[in-house]
């Protein structure tokens, strides 16, 4: 945790279905496997976490990292409405195990505990360059 992130008191819980990941993710499977399964409350070892750490997390995952853009759109009526867009480049092991656990259980809404960091879609084309045609997809 940086300096930065550690002072982010923007806590939210996000449906992990609105959370973009631009780009893929190198992952340990058995570190999200282990994640998973604290997600469901059945603490797991992993390389990076004992079981006494997985313990303490009581069913909950450190937050994800996510920038929001916030941007105005025209509804169905005509109307603009703001409309939010989260994204994130950092957490790739927590963020997979929440899809995960959203594959799983599919009829629920699974929301994933987030440091919310607004920006702007010109801050974000710094992180993602010419690849970043439209925040919509």
């Known amino acids: 945790m940086s300096f930065q992130s550690g002072n982010n008191k923007n806590i939210q819980y996000i449906p992990i279905n609105e959370i973009k990941r631009p780009i893929q993710p190198d992952?340990?499977?058995?570190?999200?496997?282990?994640?998973?399964?604290?997600?469901?409350g059945i603490p797991m070892a992993s390389k990076t976490c004992t079981l006494d750490q997985a313990t303490s997390l009581k069913g909950e995952l450190p937050p994800l990292d996510?920038?929001?853009?916030?941007?105005?759109?025209?509804?169905?009526n005509g109307d603009l409405v703001k409309k939010n867009f989260?994204?994130?480049?950092?957490?790739?092991?927590r963020l997979t195990a929440y899809t995960k656990l959203q594959e799983e259980t599919?009829?629920?809404v699974v929301k994933a505990k987030c440091k919310v960091y607004p920006t702007t879609e010109q801050q974000m084309k710094l992180y993602l360059g010419a690849s970043m045609t439209n925040i919509k997809e």
């Open 27 to 40: 992952l340990d499977l058995q570190k999200v496997e282990s994640m998973v399964s604290t997600l469901k």
């Open 66 to 76: 996510v920038f929001l853009i916030v941007k105005r759109e025209q509804d169905e």
């Open 86 to 93: 989260y994204f994130s480049f950092a957490s790739c092991h």
């Open 106 to 108: 599919p009829d629920k």
